[in-house]
């Protein structure tokens, strides 16, 4: 016999897969930020600007970003976080990882 569908239980497991993405998109921000805090303490302008892991590091933060702020426009529907987050939030990542 079949498995009945469930669509409410379905919609809370795909939430929750969205805090998870919003959490790993956050920890994995966090670590390329560091990992640019520590190559700015060591390597100089010029190899910064020639260095390609240094431009992918940048590219993953900002990646990260931006995939946390699609995430949370999703999980905002139908849920507190709409009201938790202001439009025109700053610290997005902070405030959702508080709240989730």
Do not use: W
Request: aromatic content about 4%; hydrophobic content about 40%.
């Amino acid at each position: 016999m079949a498995k009945k569908f469930n669509q409410g239980r379905a919609e809370r497991q795909f939430k929750q897969k969205l805090r998870t993405m919003i959490s790993s998109a956050a920890h994995t921000q966090n670590i390329a930020d560091q990992a640019m805090d520590l190559a700015g303490q060591f390597m100089t302008e010029d190899a910064i600007s020639n260095s390609d892991a240094y431009r992918v590091i940048e590219n993953v933060s900002c990646a990260c970003e931006e995939a946390m702020q699609v995430l949370i426009e999703e999980l905002k529907k139908g849920t507190r976080l709409y009201e938790i987050l202001p439009d025109d939030s700053d610290d997005i990542k902070r405030k959702a990882i508080e709240e989730l």
